[in-house]
């Protein structure tokens, strides 16, 4: 198991040197990304890389178990956990607001709506509600969580919260994308499955990708 959280650890830190480098250099991010067809390919193939990597580092094992692939202990925990969540992520991004625009950092959510690129904007959606959440979830909470896990529930949430930060390359919004993902974390830890936390995942995106369209 240490060998493979050296290699999770590793190929965290190579993405999140990546996603800084990219935030932090002088080229704008385009404001029309959720409309780009090479947007969907370029997150498909990405996620792909990672779902291959999740693969890899859970040969050998029961993945149905590690992976938390089972109901949840209680759905209605997991919605009031889930609640809550959004409650503390709403929090701090009401006062991350006051110093910076998170969602402009990230210059993912268009900010209106255009009908002449639906088709494209529905592949991007999909990339971001569906597949992101799914892949992402099996990354953290899955691989993340099931790796540090031997060193205490707190640890592993608190640290796979910070990975996920982290790769998300993000300075004013690291704040709130580190509150999602304890949360995501303490839910999986709370649940014993993976499912909550890949529908509270869709959800939060979903409605971030609504709110920036449709406002």
Known sequence: MKTRLVIWSV????LSLIAYAAQLSETEQPKDVAYKWSSSV????EYAIALGIVFLLTIG?????F???RR???WKRATGIAVAVIICVFVVSGVVAQFGNPEKEQGLIPDHWDSSRAAQFVAFALIVTVVAPIVEELMFRGVGYGLLEQYGSTAAILLVGLAFALVHGLVAGFPVIFTFGVGLAF???RTDSIYPCILLHASFNAFGLAIGVFT
């Open 11 to 14: 190929i965290v830190g190579f």
């Open 42 to 45: 370029a997150g498909g193939i």
């Open 61 to 65: 094992l029961n993945r149905r178990v």
């Open 67 to 69: 992976l938390a692939f």
């Open 72 to 74: 949840p202990t209680s």
């Open 187 to 189: 839910l999986r830890s």
